[in-house]
């Protein structure tokens, strides 16, 4: 107990494990699941050494709305990541360190990602043209077995093109082309993901032979990624025209333009990238979770399938106005998002001031996290929180039941930028999908593809798998 436990004074209680490299040998095979598990122990608000720093994991619904909902001045600092600093400057709105410049970036990405920028309705409307294609070229499979989830990783890419660039792309587009496969190049090579891991939390191990020359290959890549993003940005430019605001690159142009502060073209490149990678492969891989989850439990695909026709028929445009005449499809969804929860943890938080949480002191300057895969799967807050049950979110009128307790996108001011993106990409694309075509596993296979297969990374993202998409 002695070597496991913390001892600082009023710190949370919780996990040392060994010197130098703290509780990561550990914590390998699931994070948030092992922190989860030791939580019981210490409590939900408890400490775990990584490396040589302390810090303290949020493992409850409760904690996490006391510090980043509450406290939001105090816990919505982001701590300074040495491996992430050297590719990004710890620019990009997600590294960027709660101030004046996180404030301007945030208000303005608001601006155009949820609303009043360049509107809602154009959001939805940008998805919408899309599902169109996507549905087009499910069809033109013409049900051969094939990873749809490739196409999904390329539709969302190009919702986010549209938001950023004006209009959607030809896939065939050189510019597109090369913008998604540099974004998505990472997945093809052997990238020894592990080590970016391990480096990211021992930045010491930076320095040894093998690590330093997986470090090397990592920078070589963001290099070519952030080439592929200046020269995109600046072929845009030169058609910009600042009566026609086509998106948000065009948007921080005027922002340039007026002279207001932090909006350099340094910044605009990250977080014109940042919002490709953080919004592409965690859309659809949402998407490629409910896809399995229709295979492995067929009686829902049916259940969508029926309520979908019913509501809007085969024909009429699927908007986000549909949701509410959807109980099961919206359940579907806030079943999936907590089921499959694609972001176990949120980005790391840091206290920006010395704060109190839970009774604990939580000195200015450590890094909090909040495990959103254990206010997911909870069992003193779930039912069988391991078993796909979207009829725990209609109550006995037949109703879908909104839960406060499902947060995929995290809470407070350092929340998801791009959940209305998600959103309506999720449910645009997945009721234009099931209404079209009845989803199968691929005959050629002996086994159903696996539906707890997936990245441990950042992102929880099922590995790709096969299908067939018989058009109905
Ligand atoms: C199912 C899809 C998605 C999920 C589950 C998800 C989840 C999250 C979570 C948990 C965070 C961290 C919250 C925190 O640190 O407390 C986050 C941050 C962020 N997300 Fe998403 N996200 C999704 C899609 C998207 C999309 C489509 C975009 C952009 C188009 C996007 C852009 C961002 C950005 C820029 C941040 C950083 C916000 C900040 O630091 O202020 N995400 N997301």
């Known amino acids: 107990m002695s070597f496991f436990s913390q001892s600082r004074p ?19 095979g699931g994070p948030a ?3 989860f598990e030791w939580s019981k122990e210490y409590g939900p608000i408890m400490s775990v050494r990584m490396g040589s720093q302390d810090w303290v994991v949020l493992n409850d619904y409760d904690s996490m709305h006391q510090g980043f909902v509450e406290q939001p001045t105090k816990f919505s600092g982001r701590p300074l990541i040495p491996l992430l600093n050297q590719y ?7 590294s960027v360190d709660y101030g004046d410049s996180f404030k301007a970036y945030r208000s303005f990405g608001e601006k155009i990602l949820r609303g009043s920028g360049i509107g809602a309705k154009t959001i939805e ?28 990783d390329k539709a969302v890419a190009n919702c986010i093109w549209s938001l950023q660039f004006g209009a959607r792309s030809d896939y065939e587009d050189p510019s597109f082309n090369r913008m998604f496969s540099a974004l998505t190049k990472r997945d093809d090579s052997n990238f020894a993901g592990t080590a970016i891991g391990l480096m990211g939390l021992l930045p010491c191990l930076m320095s040894f032979p093998f690590f330093s020359s997986v470090n090397e290959e990592f920078l ?16 845009h430019k030169k058609t910009f025209d600042k009566s026609n605001i086509r998106g948000f690159v065009d948007a921080y142009f005027v922002e340039q333009e007026k002279g207001t502060k932090h909006f350099t073209e ?29 295979i492995h439990y067929p009686e829902t695909q049916t259940k969508l399938r029926e309520e979908i ?19 099961y499809t919206n359940a579907f969804i806030q079943e999936l998002m907590r089921y499959r929860t694609m972001v176990p943890f949120t980005v790391p938080h840091k206290t920006s001031e010395d704060a109190e949480l839970g009774g604990f002191n939580i000195p ?3 890094t909090v996290m909040g495990n959103i895969w254990a206010v997911h799967n909870d069992p003193n807050v779930w039912e069988e929180p391991n078993k796909f049950k979207p009829e725990r979110f209609i109550n006995k009128n037949g109703d879908f039941v909104q839960s406060n307790r499902v947060i995929p996108f995290g809470l407070g001011p350092r929340d998801c930028l791009g959940y209305q993106v998600a959103q309506s990409a999720i449910f645009i694309m997945l009721v234009a999908m099931v209404r079209r075509f009845e989803f199968f596993p691929d005959p050629e296979a002996t086994e159903l593809p696996p539906n707890d297969a997936g990245a441990k990374g950042n992102f929880y993202i099922p590995s790709p798998f096969n299908l067939v998409a018989k058009e109905i």
């Not at 990004?88 to 997600?94: C, H, I, P, R």
Request: hydrophobic share 45%; glycine share 12%.
């Open 10 to 28: 009023g710190f949370p209680p919780g996990r040392k494990g060994l010197p130098l490299v703290g509780v990561i040998p550990w914590v390998g």
């Open 33 to 35: 699941q092992k922190i």
């Open 88 to 94: 990004n400057k710890s620019l990009g709105l997600g």
């Open 125 to 152: 409307d940008r998805v919408m043209k899309e599902t169109e294609h996507l549905v087009e070229v499910i069809r033109a499979q013409e049900g051969k077995a094939f990873v749809l989830l490739f196409l999904l």
């Open 220 to 235: 070589e890549y963001y290099k070519h990624l952030l080439g592929v993003f200046t020269d995109i940005i600046a072929e």
């Open 266 to 294: 340094e910044e605009l490149i990250q977080y014109s990238l940042e919002l490709f990678k953080a919004g592409t492969q965690t859309a659809a891989g949402m998407l490629g979770w409910g896809l399995l989850c229709m």
């Open 309 to 327: 026709n019913q509501a809007i028929g085969r024909s009429a445009p699927v908007s986000m106005s549909c949701k509410s005449s959807m109980p």
């Open 364 to 366: 200015k300057g450590v």
